[in-house]
């Protein structure tokens, strides 16, 4: 993915199936991501090890943590702290880049 220019409008597709997701750094602990997310997928709780960064590009998401609610929108970001559980619930398609450090 190094010496490309990408483009989440036309690189990253929506699927009835899942989700679909493209690694742009994966090194150990760090990664770099972006993610498809079809509407109404719920992703269940989760607690990830590393800092989490999710940024929406388009779409919306709510995401659910330390008794909290977050409408996250395009152009919004959100970070999680390492340790703590949280679950997605994706409003309507989103594409997020989640950075994790």
Same mark, same amino acid.
């Given at each position: 993915?190094?010496?490309?220019?990408?483009?989440?409008?036309?690189?990253?597709?929506?699927?009835?199936?899942?989700?679909?997701?493209?690694?742009?750094?994966?090194?150990?602990?760090?990664?770099?991501?972006?993610?498809? %997310?079809?509407?109404?997928?719920?992703?269940? #709780?989760?607690?990830?090890?590393? $800092?989490?960064?999710?940024? =929406? !590009?388009?779409?919306?998401?709510?995401?659910?943590?330390?008794?909290?609610?977050?409408?996250?929108?395009?152009?919004?970001?959100? %970070?999680?702290?390492?340790?703590?559980?949280? #679950?997605?619930?994706?409003?309507? $398609?989103?594409?997020?880049? =989640? !950075?994790?450090?």
């Amino acid at each position: 993915m190094y010496k490309k220019i990408i483009c989440p409008s036309t690189d990253l597709h929506y699927r009835l199936d899942g989700f679909e997701n493209i690694y742009l750094i994966n090194e150990g602990d760090r990664s770099l991501s972006l993610y498809a %997310l079809p509407k109404n997928q719920e992703i269940p #709780t989760q607690i990830s090890p590393q $800092n989490i960064c999710f940024y =929406i !590009i388009e779409g919306n998401l709510e995401i659910s943590m330390d008794e909290k609610v977050f409408d996250i929108k395009a152009g919004e970001m959100l %970070l999680v702290p390492k340790t703590s559980a949280y #679950t997605i619930k994706v409003i309507e $398609n989103t594409k997020t880049l =989640i !950075i994790r450090m």
